[in-house]
């Protein structure tokens, strides 16, 4: 098992910026690759960012390229998700997750395991 704590979401202004964090405890050796997903009302979960333990490699939405970048430390277990010119459509639930099957690809469906989830609200 794996648990999963996510945390620094909250209301800014469309421009501004939020930092995400996740951390990790428990069977942590097997968590090939995390993300960060997000749900706004109304729609499905989407992938925002996934990354490799292995290689670092990551797979950014189209969405949030070149505004968001995520980051790992293998030794603390930690996810952090940097995100800077927000939009109004970046409002969601963001959620941290784990896949232990070597799979970082964009498909929740792909991830075992999963935070509790932290509101980000971006008001125009």
């Known amino acids: 098992q794996v648990q999963l704590v996510d945390s620094g979401g909250g209301l800014v202004q469309a421009g501004g910026s939020l930092r995400l964090s996740c951390a990790a405890s428990?069977?942590?050796?097997?968590?090939?690759?995390m993300g960060w997903f997000r749900q706004a009302p109304g729609k499905e979960r989407e992938v925002v960012v996934t990354?490799?333990?292995?290689?670092?490699?990551?797979y950014y939405a189209d969405s949030v390229k070149g505004r968001f970048t995520i980051s790992r430390d293998n030794a603390k277990n930690t996810l952090s998700l940097q995100m800077i010119s927000l939009k109004f459509e970046d409002t969601a639930v963001y959620y941290c997750?784990?896949?232990?099957?070597?799979?970082?690809?964009?498909?929740?469906?792909?991830?075992?395991?999963w935070g509790q989830g932290t509101q980000v609200t971006v008001s125009s």
């Open positions: 428990g069977r942590t050796a097997k968590t090939y690759c």
């Open positions: 990354i490799s333990r292995t290689d670092g490699s990551t």
């Open positions: 997750a784990v896949s232990e099957a070597h799979y970082c690809g964009p498909n929740p469906e792909g991830y075992d395991y």
